[in-house]
């Protein structure tokens, strides 16, 4: 009876082990061993001796197969990738918006040793500032000053004009009173007879002479018997403060001579200043640093606010536009192939181990007990010898 038990059970155990300590010499030893100055046969394991051959194998399946450049675009493309791509944009907005201050800050100090016309092309700076200079006039023709002053400096004008209104008359009428205005009036008389004498020759130089004394002593008198009057004091003071008011609210005539010349003095007094200050340093422009901390920050922190689900759209848009564009030149940059291969050689033979069988251990464990039926099935067949 026993001879028919032996020999299946024999095979049964030399196939199963023998397959058990073939998958085990692929791992093991991981070192190579010498008798008598020979290495002895199978050492290193299978794996361990051909690890970079290895390595250089799953390091081209993850090239060509894995991460290649069309499997990496349509990841992109996926709603999840762009979904994260925008609350990543989101989330870096708001993070600007919070901390807008401490950015400006920072970038100042990272500048702050470079000439304005380093940091700002100087050309393209005086460009935007004549354009806001004639965007402003053209917003300004038409409107009056009421609509422009705060009404609190309106309120402020007024009352000081009430108050002073009166002390405003009586200067006025000073200056009626002083030399000045005979020599003024004097002027203006012999002016006007000059052009008579081109008319009527048989007016002499002396005729007009006493001519625009006479009209000019004339003109005082009557003045200064005006000026003693109370009713003409009041007079003056309701015609300049109706002037006032007639002056803010008529439309400001930003195409008149006088605008036209304003505002081409204006671009000039800018392209000076822009000229005079393009080879100071940052630093040296104490100004225009506090302007930007003091008031980029609020302007930043208020429009990414305003309009923080757009500016993500588009950012999160054109991210992918980039990423998908330069992708090529981002694969050879990371080099895929090089880097897997690398990973592959620095990780210790334990860990191969461990990664190769979670991915194949159930299957060497049918080869192992595949071996045992094979062995079993031979030693049945010993027995029909028997």
Known sequence: MIEYIVPPTVGALIGYFTNYIAIKMLFKPVKPYYLFGKKVPFTPGLIPAKREKLAEAIAKVVKENLLTEESIKRRLNHSKVRESLLNFTE???????????????????????????????????????????????????????????????????????????????????????????????????????????????????????????????????????????????????????????????????????LAVKLKEVLKTTVREYLREIEGKRIKELSTLKELLVEELPPFISSFIESHKREIAQLLAEKLLEVIERELPVIMEAINVEEMVKERVNSLPIEEVEEIVLKLIDEELKHITLLGGVLGFIIGLTQILFI
């Open 91 to 257: 989330n870096f907005l708001s993070e600007l918006s919070r901390n807008s201050s401490l950015y400006v800050k920072q970038f100042i100090e990272k500048v702050e040793d470079k000439r304005l016309k380093d940091v700002i092309p100087q050309e393209l700076v005086n460009q935007k500032a004549e354009q806001l200079i004639e965007k402003g006039f053209r917003k300004l023709h038409g409107r009056s000053l009421r609509e422009l002053l705060p009404d609190r400096v309106e309120r402020e004008l007024e009352r000081t004009l009430n108050e002073k209104l009166d002390k405003f008359a009586e200067s006025l009428i000073e200056q009626l009173r002083s030399g000045q205005l005979s020599e003024v009036i004097y002027t203006a008389v012999m002016e006007n007879v000059s052009k008579l004498q081109s008319v009527l020759p048989l007016i002499t130089q002396g005729f007009a002479q006493t001519i625009a004394h006479k009209a000019t002593q004339l003109i005082e008198e009557m003045v200064e018997r005006v000026a003693n009057e109370p009713s003409f004091r009041l007079k003056l003071s309701k015609l300049l403060w109706t002037k006032f008011q007639t002056i803010l609210s008529s439309g400001i005539n930003t195409e008149s001579e």
